[in-house]
């Protein structure tokens, strides 16, 4: 049509060029390189949209698609060649054929891939669809995306924090297989976080992939596109390098597959937590502590776990499903009533809790019941049998004590007081809310504010005051505060209150208890929930929330180990790779939750398993700080109560139903003088007075019937003394049983001592007074007498007999009036006052005393008294009765002694000072008894014989005067006491 040489067909470029795609001559495909002549040209059409010629031999016009420059058309001759207006219109008419050709080929082609991509996808969908297996999943999905964007590798990356985990890998991605890529340094990151599809043609050159996948897998081409779902994207699907570039039409291609891909992924993830979270109940349910059980809407047990089974009345071959909850634990059978734990479940549909006893063990459970959704109940039991058991043992001890004891609030007000303060502060009403300041008198208010002011501090106090009863009585009282501390500031007192006027005393007990456990899984009181391999939350119950303090959208999908204590980190790693191994773990560990609080808790860890390989843990964990706050408090108290009954002054024990003591304080070791070892399992009938023990028994009896008893008993001590002792008696209950007697006894023999002792007093101030009397009555006639006598001396003095008589009667007259003298101013209450004195002079008129008595029990009596002894300054009546103790006390060791009886008196000078000794020739004291003879109340003679008070006033009068009382004794061979006293220079004001 148009006579040319060659026809040259080129591509426009950017910024007016073009590219030689096509030459044709001599009906041939020819090299481009020979089409150089007309490139020119061509670039002048590409420029300007206009046909242009090259010379006469060259001419090119524009290929259009609508508005379009496509291509461009080019001939040229050779020879005499030239073109002109015709072949210009001829070869546009040419071009606008060929461009309307390419139109209809590429919309053609066009809509054969679309075809083929629409038949794959719909393929993917179905089969993707029929697959519930994630890692199915991901495996078809990649092969479908590389194959229909032709590229040589694809990868999936799910979303795992501020990272995309590689889960799937295909192709040239295999290597990446497994990878964490950071969000933010990566293109597929990109395309997460923005929720578009990115294209990227020239990865080299952008240089925007993490650093490890270009080592990994070279990539120079991708498409990512966001796996989106309802909740936000989850993940990224991406495509990378193949010869051509990716294109915007690939762009929604691979955003329809990452479409299928987040629903298919979605749902074999729901599929999957749905099977693990069966698995996981099933597992939790039996891992319980506590005994759980499931029971349908009449009561009847339709699920229960292996601890329940050991909570049973019923014999171990006996099943428990279908058998009501009540008759497996008491035996019995138990209409649901809206008051009890189960029966506020199952009617009320609320939380029942509450206490049982099983009557053929003596068992004590407490019992949290929770309604079911489906109907009937999830209940727990817990044993608390040794909890009871204590808290009664406490409560005994309390109500049985004579002391008053209180307990009250940190603002002074009652919340407790025992039997005892009731008796004692208001018989006639109830002490609860009652300051206790307000039973104080006002005048010692102040120094009782004072007292509880430092208590509150946290200082024990112990004082001494006074209360006023309801009655208006006053009262004495001895009182003790002690605080009491919850593991931190001081929350309120225990004030204990004895009587010292009634002389009673008191001993207090408080305990309280809390239950501890709740219901399974949504309900359950323990946190349940379960981890991956990465310790990463899979699961949690309500009460994991709780313990940890996050909701469980903020658990789930987060690692364990930011909760756990730092210093813990280790060890509970090789705890958690041991259960992940497939063994089972139970260990304690502190948790820190979300807002700082520092929790105690017991794990059981057990592998969840899928056929042979492990898939999980399941984590049951229990919060026990409390338990190990309330343990620690019951045994600070059980510690504190056996400290009271330690440190009583008071002896107290108690006694088997046979009436064998089971248990002994130290007071009354020190009353009995035996051992703890020698006391128990010793019949009480054996320490007491042979004549008592039938009315002792009689009482014992009584309080195994369930009465308190008092009253006065003898007793014989180890050493064989026999001593006097009140006694109080009261039932201990176990399992609302009598089971043994609580005793408290008090050893009175120096009250009843000291009582004697004062009426002795009383009697002889009395027969001072009758002595003095009779002495001056006998001085009148020996007066007469004695003047009688002088006259028959005068008259006589011729008669040699007569006058003999006469001095025997004047001589006796005078003895008499000397020891009339003595008598007299033995009797005289004279206050103590020191004078002049001379020590022998002392002795000699305490002889003139006891001469009399001593000669008519035929005890020979040797006076040594050294000579030329200083006078001192003392006081010589308090001496005077220091030696008549001396001489009654060696009078009374001769009294019944075989043999020799005799008592001397020697005095003499040692060391500077004067030194007198009254010695005896009888028994001795024995070595035992001498550590003692100086104590107040400390005889060695038959009751009602002695006092114990003489050698103790005695060595008081010696040791005020500056001296010392001492004794040498061997027993059998007599004993010696040497009263020592310095040489004190009369004052020169004191008058000859």
Aim: with cysteine; net charge negative; aromatic share 4%.
């Amino acid at each position: 049509m148009i006579g040319c040489s060659g026809v040259v067909v080129a591509r426009p470029g950017d910024s007016g060029t073009a590219t030689l795609v096509l030459h044709w001559r001599d009906g041939a495909a020819q090299e481009l390189a020979g089409a150089e002549l007309v490139k020119h040209t061509v670039s002048d059409v590409v420029r300007t949209g206009l046909a242009a010629r090259g010379a006469p031999k060259i001419l090119a016009v524009p290929v259009r698609a609508g508005s379009n420059l496509v291509a461009v058309l080019a001939v040229y001759g050779g020879g005499g060649t030239e073109f002109g207006a015709e072949e210009e219109e001829l070869l546009g008419t040419l071009a606008a054929t060929a461009a309307t050709a390419l139109v209809n080929a590429s919309l053609f082609a066009e809509s054969l891939r679309d075809k083929r991509q629409s038949e794959a996808l719909a393929a993917l969908a179905a089969t993707l669809g029929q697959s519930l297996k994630l890692s199915e999943v991901l495996r078809l999905s990649l092969k479908h995306a590389a194959a229909i964007l032709g590229a040589e590798g694809a990868v999936v990356g799910l979303r795992r924090g501020e990272f995309l985990h590689i889960v799937a890998a295909e192709g040239t991605g295999s290597a990446v297989h497994g990878l964490y890529v950071p969000l933010m340094e990566s293109h597929t990151g990109r395309a997460m976080l923005e929720g578009r599809t990115l294209i990227m043609n020239h990865v080299t050159a952008d240089g925007i992939t993490y650093e490890r996948v270009r080592t990994l897998a070279p990539v120079e081409k991708i498409i990512s596109a966001p796996m989106l779902t309802p909740d936000g994207p989850i993940g990224v699907l991406s495509v990378a390098n193949r010869a051509a570039d990716f294109t915007e039409e690939d762009a929604r291609v691979l955003e329809r597959l990452a479409s299928q891909l987040a629903l298919a992924v979605v749902n074999a993830r729901l599929y999957e937590e749905a099977s693990d979270a069966t698995r996981e109940l099933s597992v939790a349910f039996d891992a319980i502590a506590g005994g759980m059980a499931v029971v349908d809407s009449e009561g009847f047990i339709t699920r229960h776990n292996a601890r329940l089974a050991t909570f049973s009345a019923l014999d171990a071959s006996e099943p428990l499903i279908g058998r009501a909850l009540f008759a497996v634990l008491l035996r019995e059978p138990r209409e649901l009533d809206a008051n009890d734990p189960l029966g506020t479940a199952i009617l009320r549909r609320e939380v029942g809790r509450g206490t049982i006893r099983q009557p053929s063990s003596g068992k004590v459970f407490d019992i949290v019941a929770s309604p079911h959704p489906a109907g009937g109940a999830v209940v727990t039991v817990d044993d608390v049998t040794g909890f009871h058991a204590l808290t009664e043992r406490y409560r005994l001890v309390v109500e049985s004590t004579t002391d008053a004891i209180l307990i009250t609030s940190k603002v002074g007000a009652i919340d407790f007081a025992n039997d005892a303060a009731i008796a004692l502060l208001s018989p006639a009403g109830s002490l609860e809310g009652v300051p206790l300041a307000s039973f104080v008198p006002p005048s010692m208010k102040k120094e009782f504010e004072g007292h509880v002011a430092r208590a509150l501090l946290g200082e024990a106090m112990r004082f001494n005051g006074a209360v006023i009863r309801g009655d208006a009585e006053e009262r004495r009282v001895s009182m003790s505060l002690a605080p009491i501390r919850g593991g931190g500031p001081v929350t309120g007192l225990v004030a204990s209150i004895r009587d010292v006027s009634d002389e009673t005393r008191a001993r207090d007990e408080a305990a309280a208890a809390n239950a501890r456990y709740r219901n399974l899984v949504e309900v359950a009181s323990d946190a349940i929930y379960t981890l991956d391999g990465k310790g990463i939350f899979t699961a949690a119950n309500l009460a994991t929330e709780t313990l940890l303090g996050l909701p469980r959208d903020a658990l789930l999908g987060r690692s364990i180990v930011p909760f756990l204590e730092p210093a813990e980190t280790a060890e509970l790693r090789a705890y958690f790779l041991s259960a992940f191994g497939g063994s089972a773990e139970r260990y304690e560990c502190h948790v820190v939750r979300a807002d700082g609080t520092r929790r105690l808790i017991s794990v059981s860890n057990t592998p969840i398993k899928r056929g042979a390989r492990v898939m999980g843990v399941l984590g049951v964990a229990r919060d026990v700080t409390d338990d190990r706050a309330r343990a620690a408090a019951l045994e600070r108290a059980e510690a504190r109560y056996t400290r009271l009954v330690e440190s009583a002054e008071d002896a107290i024990c108690t006694a088997d139903e046979e009436g064998n003591f089971t248990s002994v304080n130290k007071a009354l070791e020190r009353v009995m003088g035996r051992g703890r070892e020698a006391l128990l399992g010793t019949h009480f009938t054996e320490l007491v007075h042979a004549s008592e023990r039938g009315e002792l028994w009689l009482m014992f009896v009584a309080s195994l019937e369930g009465k308190r008893q008092r009253r006065e008993m003898r007793f014989t001590r180890a050493d064989g003394v026999e001593r006097v002792a009140t006694v109080i008696t009261a039932p201990i209950y176990e399992h609302g049983q009598v089971s043994a007697v609580l005793a408290i006894i008090r050893d009175v023999t120096e009250e009843r001592m000291l009582l004697e002792q004062l009426v002795r007093r009383e009697k002889l101030a009395a027969l001072g007074e009758l002595v003095g009397g009779v002495a001056h009555e006998v001085n009148s006639p020996l007066t007469g007498i004695l003047a009688f006598g002088q006259i028959l001396q005068l008259e006589a003095a011729g008669n040699e007999e007569s006058r003999r008589a006469a001095d025997t009667i004047v001589a006796e007259a005078k003895r008499a009036a000397r020891i009339v003298g003595k008598l007299l101013t033995f009797a005289r209450q004279n206050p103590p006052e020191k004078l002049r004195t001379e020590l022998n002079q002392v002795l000699l008129d305490t002889i003139e005393l006891r001469r009399y008595p001593l000669k008519m029990q035929q005890i020979a009596l040797v006076v040594e008294f050294a000579d030329g002894l200083p006078v001192t300054w003392a006081d010589p009546f308090q001496l005077q009765q220091v030696f008549i103790n001396l001489l009654s006390n060696a009078e009374q060791a001769l009294a019944s002694r075989a043999g020799e009886r005799r008592i001397t008196v020697r005095t003499g000078m040692r060391d500077g000072s004067l030194v007198a000794t009254v010695a005896d020739t009888g028994p001795g004291i024995a070595p035992e008894h001498l550590p003692h003879i100086f104590n107040p109340f400390y005889t060695t003679k038959p009751r009602g014989v002695g006092t114990g008070l003489g050698l103790s006033i005695s060595f008081g009068i010696v040791r005020e005067h500056g001296g010392m009382l001492q004794v040498v004794s061997e027993t059998g061979k007599g004993a010696a006491f040497e009263v020592i006293l310095p040489v004190v220079t009369p004052p020169s004001h004191s008058g000859g």
